[in-house]
């Protein structure tokens, strides 16, 4: 099979908007009318998650590439979304660009190939490579973020939500793109813009080229727990070192709900775990995440030993008072 021109896609990851961790019929209920009741997979270990089945989004619109040239991308994206230990939502579209001619087709022609898109023009892979991830999100071309952020609102609305978290924490978002490249061993370049955006860029050996739904989950997984160490560092950051009981309350719901959640690697297939192999040399997301359930840790046993240590000591008990009686103005014991 020859491998596509170029497989893009985006991750939105945020809080589930409720005050405590939805249940596993719950979920499934909420994801299920997604896709008009469509099977919702599942799993509970190491942690428990379920993915939506797939939402088709039909786009025809241009195709950003590094040299400006122009190029029309038509056909479908997937979306899906998927929750994690209840508490953790995402919004994940993907799309597998392939060569489409000169001209375009009935879209007949299109709903037969779902999750394709194909671009028409003259574009080649190196320079549609250089256009998406890029610097900054698509606008006018072909954008599977706004997708995800369609699919992500529509969850978040849910009557099965009470709205109500017990704590903030902000979203992020991940562009990300696929290359096949001869005899090269699965790698990617990670890059961080800001606090919330995210790209990613992977060079996939083109011999036995992963499916566009395997490349998405391991971006999903990426996401997921980039999302994780911002929360968790952003709310020690909040608590400023500090030991004292006020500060720890306020860092006390993340880590209750979140710091369980840490499980890199699951549902990846096996030949893409060289990327997040990489990732954890450089930056090292576990060396990072350890760090900073360490410092919370220290902190939440400071503010035990210093709860104890101004205790009051304990009262001697007094003696019992010696009745007096008064008589003609003189005390007698």
Same mark, same amino acid.
């Given at each position: 099979m020859?491998p596509?021109?170029?497989?893009?896609?985006?991750?939105?990851?945020?809080?589930l908007?409720?005050s405590?961790?939805? #249940?596993?019929?719950g979920?499934?209920?909420?994801?299920?009318r997604?896709?008009? #009741?469509? $099977?919702?997979?599942t799993a509970e270990?190491?942690?428990?998650?379920?993915?939506s /089945?797939d939402?088709v989004e039909a786009?025809d619109?241009?195709?950003?590439t590094?040299?400006a040239?122009?190029s029309?991308?038509?056909?479908?994206l997937? /979306?899906r /979304?998927?929750?994690?230990?209840?508490?953790v939502?995402?919004?994940s579209?993907? #799309?597998?660009?392939v060569?489409? &001619? =000169?001209?375009?087709?009935?879209?007949? $022609?299109y709903? *037969?190939r779902?999750?394709?898109?194909?671009?028409i &023009?003259?574009?080649?892979?190196d320079?549609?490579?250089k256009?998406?991830?890029? =610097?900054?999100p698509?606008?006018? *071309?072909?954008?599977?973020?706004?997708?995800?952020?369609?699919?992500l609102?529509q969850?978040?609305? +849910?009557a099965a939500?009470? $709205?109500q978290?017990?704590?903030?924490?902000?979203?992020?978002?991940?562009?990300?793109s696929?290359?096949a490249?001869p &005899? +090269?061993r699965p790698?990617?370049?990670?890059?961080?813009?800001g606090?919330? @955006?995210?790209t990613?860029?992977?060079r996939?050996p083109a011999?036995g080229?992963?499916?566009a739904?395997?490349?998405?989950a391991?971006?999903e997984?990426l996401?997921?727990?980039?999302w994780?160490? +911002?929360?968790l560092?952003?709310a020690?950051?909040?608590a400023g070192g500090? /030991?004292?009981?006020?500060?720890l309350?306020r860092?006390?719901p993340?880590?209750?709900?979140?710091?369980h959640?840490w499980s890199?690697g699951?549902?990846?297939r096996? *030949?893409?775990?060289?990327?997040? @192999?990489?990732?954890e040399e450089?930056?090292?997301?576990t060396r990072q995440?350890?760090?900073c359930?360490?410092?919370i840790?220290?902190?939440?046993?400071?503010n035990?030993?210093? &709860?104890?240590t101004?205790?009051?000591?304990p009262?001697?008990?007094?003696?019992?008072?010696i009745?007096?009686?008064?008589?003609?103005?003189? $005390?007698?014991?």
């Open positions: 020859t596509p021109l170029l497989v893009v896609g985006e991750v939105r990851t945020a809080l908007m409720n405590r961790p939805l #249940g596993r019929t979920v499934e209920a909420m994801l299920a997604l896709a008009h #009741g469509a $099977h919702v997979r270990r190491p942690v428990p998650r379920a993915v /089945a939402v786009v619109s241009p195709v950003r590094g040299s040239a122009k029309r991308g038509v056909g479908t997937l /979306a /979304a998927k929750v994690t230990g209840g508490r939502l995402q919004a579209t993907r #799309g597998t660009l060569p489409g &001619g =000169t001209r375009r087709l009935p879209w007949a $022609h709903l *037969e779902l999750g394709t898109v194909e671009v &023009g003259r574009a080649r892979t320079d549609l490579a256009g998406f991830p890029g =610097t900054r698509p606008d006018a *071309e072909l954008a599977p973020g706004a997708v995800s952020d369609r699919l609102a969850v978040q609305r +849910s939500l009470d $709205h978290p017990t704590f903030r924490a902000r979203r992020t978002q991940l562009r990300w696929a290359v490249v &005899g +090269s790698g990617g370049t990670f890059t961080l813009f606090t919330t @955006e995210r990613l860029e992977l996939l011999d080229f992963p499916d739904a395997e490349i998405a391991l971006c997984d996401a997921l727990h980039d994780l160490l +911002s929360v560092a952003e020690a950051d909040r500090q /030991a004292d009981t006020a500060s309350h860092i006390r993340a880590v209750h709900h979140l710091i959640l890199p699951t549902d990846i096996a *030949e893409l775990l060289a990327v997040w @192999e990489d990732l450089r930056p090292g997301f995440w350890q760090t359930v360490d410092r840790r220290d902190s939440m046993s400071l035990i030993l210093e &709860g104890l101004r205790r009051p000591p009262t001697r008990p007094q003696a019992p008072a009745p007096q009686t008064i008589t003609n103005g003189t $005390h007698h014991r």
